[in-house]
């Protein structure tokens, strides 16, 4: 479930794989534009949760599932949204083609080429990185994961 959680938040970015050429960025369907909806998040969860958990065992789960694999993937739009680079995100794609930023961006944006991520340039983007995005995460997964065990331990005696 954790590792579904984490593919979800990394399916918007497959706008990508379509070149410039064919699909251009500032276009709703160019990157961080309907992939990064709200709108895609809930359909590819709602389709997550159709075919990996359809047997009876998941059914009292499949919501809240549906729900957490929403989050996840509807991250990724607000952490581009924080970013000090490119168009903006299409929140409201495919309804509506404008892009949005978040008043809040502090998150320096993320090179595509390797050789951007040689040292010093590279360090400072992790180290920003790491700060603005893998340290909240960790801050709610850490006790989530904690209050989980204790749970457990709870009900093994």
Request: charged fraction near 15%.
């Amino acid at each position: 479930m954790w590792t579904l959680g984490a593919l979800c938040s990394i399916v918007p970015d497959l706008d990508r794989v379509g070149s410039r050429a064919v699909v251009p960025y500032e276009t709703m369907w160019g990157p961080h534009g309907v992939t990064h909806s709200p709108a895609f998040a809930a359909a590819q969860s709602a389709v997550l949760v159709a075919v990996a958990f359809r047997t009876r065992d998941w059914a009292s789960w499949r919501l809240g599932l549906a729900f957490y694999f929403s989050l996840a993937a509807a991250s990724h739009g607000a952490l581009d949204a924080m970013t000090n680079g490119g168009l903006g995100v299409g929140f409201f794609a495919p309804f509506d083609a404008t892009r949005y930023f978040l008043p809040f961006r502090p998150i320096k944006i993320s090179p595509l080429g390797v050789r951007d991520f040689l040292p010093p340039q590279g360090v400072a983007i992790l180290t920003n990185e790491f700060f603005w995005t893998w340290l909240p995460s960790g801050a709610v997964v850490l006790p989530a994961q904690l209050a989980r065990r204790r749970l457990a331990a709870a009900e093994d005696g």
